[in-house]
Nanobody, 124 residues
Framework: QVQLVESGGGLVQAGASLRLSCAASGLAFSIHNMGWFRQAPGKEREFVAAINWDGGSTYYPDSMKGRFTISRDNAKNTVYLQMNSLKPEDTAVYYC?????????????????WGQGTQVTVSS
């Protein structure tokens, strides 16, 4: 059974940093692309970052570039999301997702497995 378990969320003030982790089990982690998405109340799930299977390539929407960094440790079956200079508009539930190796995509349809999410709340 595939499990993706996110951790590291919480309540922080604007300008702070957080590092989210996602521990994977039940799948061949090192041959999966990994992504982070977020969903705020009343909004659609939004692409945040993605990394290819060996960590050699990373992808971000323009709005996240420079503040968010995705990384992975295949020895630990874990993907990370470092978030700096957080803003109130970053408040959302953050989800990690696993997809097949190959072309990295920024849409939810490109990912087969999802975690339950971790809440990030940024106060002003």
């Amino acid at each position: 059974q595939v499990q993706l378990v996110e951790s590291g969320g919480g309540l922080v003030q604007a300008g702070a940093s957080l590092r989210l982790s996602c521990a994977a089990s039940g799948l061949a982690f090192s041959i999966h692309n990994m992504g982070w998405f977020r969903q705020a109340p009343g909004k659609e799930r939004e692409f945040v970052a993605a990394i290819n299977w060996d960590g050699g390539s990373t992808y971000y929407p323009d709005s996240m570039k420079g503040r968010f960094t995705i990384s992975r440790d295949n020895a630990k079956n874990t993907v990370y999301l470092q978030m700096n200079s957080l803003k109130p508009e970053d408040t959302a539930v953050y989800y990690c997702a696993a997809g097949p190796s190959g072309i990295v995509v920024s849409t939810t349809r490109g990912y087969n497995y999802w975690g339950q999410g971790t809440q990030v709340t940024v106060s002003s």
